[in-house]
T-cell receptor
Framework: GAGVSQSPRYKVAKRGQDVALRCDPI?????LFWYQQALGQGPEFLTY????????KSGLPSDRFFAERPEGSVSTLKIQRTQQEDSAVYLC????????????FGEGSWLTVV | AQKVTQAQTEISVVEKEDVTLDCVYE???????LFWYKQPPSGELVFLIR??????QNEISGRYSWNFQKSTSSFNFTITASQVVDSAVYFC????????????FGTGTSLTVIP
């Protein structure tokens, strides 16, 4: 596609519910990233894929967060047993390759946990 | 440690004024990349510019210009003759070459251009 596409754009989840956020990167982009952005803050790194390999997941805040990219294209970020502190915008980004390349962001998935 | 500081939280200017957004970074890496992104209310981060650590030439693109100074670890962004459409949150980011393309963002500067 022309840009990074994310769905759903908005999600309201009840505390304890599981959610899945989808990211469709720019076609041909090898690297894919997930970031979390709290209100009034800059994006914080969660995890990074190169093709289907998850090379860095150091930013995932807890074991309730899980990301996958099984075929090296579309990625899903799953949050289990959501908590109120998980409320944030989840941004997906992609780039052609690694190291120093510009990353292009989607519009984000706005998650509110009530 | 990798860190980006945007000391200006909010700035308001009147249309047609020039405005400079400050960015100071910290890194021990010798090879790194610096970026500016614009985030309008829709939420998408829009790429504006990328510089590598070996290129200190200033750059101008239309009303936008960037001043990169390694001596002061700064990468400031100036908008000339601001317009209402420039109203957004602007983020500076650092990506050291050895971190697998991980980006470190500042907390952003919210710019409001008053008509």
């Amino acid at each position: 596609g022309a840009g990074v596409s994310q769905s759903p754009r908005y999600k309201v989840a009840k505390r304890g519910q599981d959610v899945a956020l989808r990211c469709d990167p720019i076609s041909g982009h090898v690297s894919l990233f997930w970031y979390q952005q709290a209100l009034g803050q800059g994006p914080e790194f969660l995890t990074y894929f190169q093709n289907e390999a998850q090379l860095d997941k150091s930013g995932l805040p807890s074991d309730r967060f899980f990301a996958e990219r099984p075929e090296g294209s579309v990625s899903t970020l799953k949050i289990q047993r959501t908590q109120q502190e998980d409320s944030a915008v989840y941004l997906c980004a992609s780039s052609l390759t690694a190291s120093g390349n510009t990353i292009y962001f989607g519009e984000g998935s706005w998650l509110t946990v009530v | 440690a990798q860190k980006v500081t945007q000391a200006q939280t909010e700035i308001s200017v009147v249309e047609k004024e020039d405005v400079t957004l400050d960015c100071v970074y910290e890194t021990r890496d010798t090879t790194y990349y610096l970026f500016w992104y614009k985030q309008p209310p829709s939420g998408e981060l829009v790429f504006l510019i990328r510089r590598n650590s070996f290129d200190e030439q200033n750059e101008i693109s239309g009303r936008y210009s960037w001043n990169f100074q390694k001596s002061t670890s700064s990468f400031n962004f100036t908008i000339t003759a601001s317009q209402v459409v420039d109203s957004a949150v602007y983020f500076c980011a650092l990506s050291p070459a050895n971190t697998g393309n991980q980006f470190y963002f500042g907390t952003g500067t919210s710019l409001t251009v008053i008509p």
